[in-house]
């Protein structure tokens, strides 16, 4: 078998095996995303409840000094009517306003802290929520992506192993080359010969569709390892008609000139790649 044929082998095994990591990895990504969505609700929410804690706290110790401040002043109130002197009445009075004074500016503290911790509690409902809708998600996204990883896994193993066989026969000159081609150009690191015009003996890259030089077609249809000229992936063909009239043809040693010359029969007036 030709080494064009093997690594044809091994790209088809490839690419398999990427379409099926390509979605277990879509998989894990949204799972990934989800994940993330929900811990920084989760932060979120523990910073809202924390927040609630200590206004709640504040609230509660100013209603009460709040109702101290009202029993102080009721007891005062007492005393002033009880009082027996003029000065004694005047510096209850006194006393009674500043007490007053206080008790007003505790009171109105009071009902801004109800609305800030009604606000915040509303938020911290809201993101309590908001976070175990999120976690559905990810206990979804966490069954979808291992549910395709047991459905790929068996696939996936199989694959691998077939990978690794068809990799031992590969010479390795010719699979460093495959596979910086996989790694640079992906599905177009290998391909077919594209008839341009059969009777007229064209024919171009089906990746980049550039006319492919004589020499480049005689040397595929021999079965050499033959990179495309102008993209560099590894050309082949299945097309048993452009072997036959390969061999039928003789095969070109020196590069004739005219292969580069513009052809009349390029439609598109495509250009021709040198070799
Ligand atoms: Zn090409």
């Known amino acids: 078998m030709s ?5 044809l082998e091994l790209f088809s095994v490839d690419k398999q095996l990427r379409g099926l990591r390509s979605r277990l990895d879509q998989a894990e990504r949204f799972l990934g995303l989800q994940k993330t969505q929900h811990n920084e609700l989760e932060v979120q929410v523990s910073a809202l409840k924390a927040e609630t804690k200590k ?14 401040l009202e029993t102080k002043i009721a007891s005062l109130r ?9 000065k004694e009445y005047n510096a209850i009075s006194t006393e009674l306003g500043t007490l007053k004074d206080q008790k007003s500016q505790v009171e ?20 309590t929520s908001q976070t ?17 990883e047991a459905e790929v ?34 599905d ?13 003996y064209e024919y171009s890259c089906g990746s980049c569709m550039m006319t492919l030089p004589v020499e480049s077609v005689a040397s595929i249809t021999s079965g050499k390892f033959t ?19 390969a061999t039928a043809k003789p095969t070109p040693t020196k590069p004739p000139s005219k292969s580069k010359s513009p052809s009349k029969s390029n439609p598109g007036g495509k250009q021709t790649a040198k070799a």
Do not use: W
């Not at 709640?56 to 101290?68: N, Y």
């Not at 007492?78 to 003029?86: C, E, I, Q, R, V």
């Not at 990179?227 to 009239?245: A, F, G, N, P, W």
């Open 227 to 245: 990179r495309c000229v102008s993209c560099h992936c590894i050309l082949y063909t299945e097309d048993t008609d452009i072997v036959k009239s």
């Open 55 to 68: 206004l709640r706290a504040a609230l509660h110790s100013d209603e009460a000094e709040a109702t101290r």
């Open 132 to 148: 175990s809708e999120r976690a559905k998600i990810v206990e979804r996204a966490q069954a979808d992506r291992d549910a395709k």
């Open 153 to 186: 896994k068996d696939r996936l193993n199989e694959l691998t192993a077939q990978r690794a066989e068809l990799a031992k026969a590969i010479p390795a000159d010719a699979m460093k080359i495959f596979e910086e081609l996989v790694r640079v150009r992906g």
């Open 78 to 86: 007492d005393s002033m009517n009880s009082s027996k002197t003029s």
């Open 188 to 200: 177009e690191a290998m391909s077919h010969v594209e008839v341009v015009d059969r009777r007229a």
């Open 3 to 7: 080494v064009t044929k093997q690594l």
């Open 108 to 127: 109105d503290r009071v009902i801004a802290q109800l609305t800030k911790t009604d606000e915040t509690e509303g938020k911290y409902k809201s993101l």
